[in-house]
């Protein structure tokens, strides 16, 4: 969406609320909030802007004003004072748009998704659980596992379980690969690899020369075609 595009909605919902308090303070339906970048904003008009936003696709939100102030899931959703359903209903609309993967992870305490702009960390903070709890409250964005403290945590396979989930999906309709993840982990040994998405979908590890299927992720010795798409593998002791 061109830029113009993106603040006449803004202008549309009334996102941005004109500087200073002003007549209506206290009246719900012109409750507001202030974001990180400083913008104060309406609770009312950012709920229908996201769901526009959403309706056309788009899964990533800035300020309609600071060009290079992003506003991450959670912080749309605490300014926008979304109730649990309300935001269970817009977060299946943002899983159901292909590419958001490698952003959005669901926390494993509140189920709600949690975006990141780029890889980072393991540690990822939920704001909504954190604000619950009155402290802070962290998750690993590979395994999803609980992460109270800094130290505790030590599963090797986590940062591959975490590249795993962020892969995105292929898209090649006429390919036998079209819906397989883009990274797979060898059966065998745990190399991360990819498929060229020519020939056959055998193919064979470069690390240990174990030759399985990129699909199904059998063995090549005895696979039988056609055979289904496996699922994203799970690496680490965590859940998907
Ligand atoms: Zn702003
Ligand atoms: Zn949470
Ligand atoms: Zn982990
Ligand atoms: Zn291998
Ligand atoms: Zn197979």
Redesign the pocket.
Known sequence: MASGQWQALAEQFQVICPSGGGPGAGDPSKQRGQASCGHCVSVAGLQGWVQALLDQGITSFRCPRCPDAPWLWQEVCKLGLFSDEIRAMLETQILAQEGTRASYRQCPRCQHLVQRLEPGP?RTPCLLCSQRARRLCC???????D?PDASA?A?L??PL??ALHDAPTIQAPRSSLHSCPSLRACPRCHALLSHTLRGCPLVLCPECQCSFCYRCLELSRGHVSPCPIADRQLV???MQ
């Open positions: 393991l998750f690993c964005w590979g395994c999803r596992t992460w945590h599963d396979h986590c379980q975490a680490c002791g965590g």
